[in-house]
């Protein structure tokens, strides 16, 4: 039963594009989202959040979208940048940061 | 200073052992967590404690068992391990429980057990 689903796993971007990174989810209970970034042999980041009553939040390069009649949220990040790359998770939850149901991840390459 | 910190990084063990992983944080953070990672790279929540207090006990085996003796620590004892427990263990705070209260991870237990 997977609420949060990162259904690409793996994404490649040229230095300089936007990468697009999305994330669907089923449970309509759910009213705030994260995005947190992984690096190998780290634990995740905390990246930027979005809450339910907004459809759109921005932090400098990084934008998060949210379409909650779609259940989809998705991360921009412009310009992309050798750094960016890394596994995004995204994460949900309902009311509480003490339980975070989390997607299974999209590693983000991003090329020269 | 790192601010989540767990131990051991690795380990490594027999089935049917019992081992412990510490976790501090260094944050003033009220709650802490436990979270596993298994192979097919599921994040998933196991505990949870806010100010010393259980508030979330997913279903996990009662062969693990959670230990806060202080805000700042949230150790995880696993009894009588199996094959299945093999995975990566990530320890959390945050400031709270609202939900605009991100998470700190710590940098990951890798558990293999033979």
């Known amino acids: 039963d997977q609420q949060v689903k990162q259904n690409s796993p793996s994404l490649s971007v040229q230095e300089g594009r936007i990468s697009i990174l999305n994330c669907d989810y089923t449970n309509s209970m759910f009213d705030y989202f994260l995005w947190y970034k992984k690096y190998p042999a780290e634990g995740p980041t905390f990246l930027i959040s979005i809450s339910s009553i907004k459809d759109k939040n921005e932090d400098g390069r990084f934008t998060v979208f949210l379409n909650k009649s779609a259940k989809h949220l998705s991360l921009h990040i412009v310009p992309s940048q050798p750094g960016d790359s890394a596994v995004y998770f995204c994460a949900a939850s309902t009311g509480t940061a003490s339980k975070l149901t989390f997607g299974t991840g999209t590693r983000l390459q991003v090329t020269l | ?114």
């Open chain 2, 1 to 114: 200073d790192t601010a989540v910190s767990q131990t051991p990084k690795y380990l490594v063990t027999q089935m049917g052992n019992d081992k412990s992983i510490k976790c501090e944080q260094n944050l003033g953070h009220d709650t802490m967590y436990w979270y596993k990672q298994d192979s097919k790279k599921f994040l998933k929540i196991m505990f949870s404690y806010n100010n010393k207090e259980l508030i979330i006990n997913e279903t996990v085996p009662n062969r693990f068992s959670p230990k806060s003796p202080d805000k700042a620590h949230l150790n995880l004892h696993i009894n009588s391990l199996e094959l299945g427990d093999s995975a990566v263990y990530f320890c959390a705070s945050s400031q709270a429980i609202a939900n605009n209260s991100p998470l700190h991870f710590g940098n990951g237990t890798r558990l293999t057990v033979t």
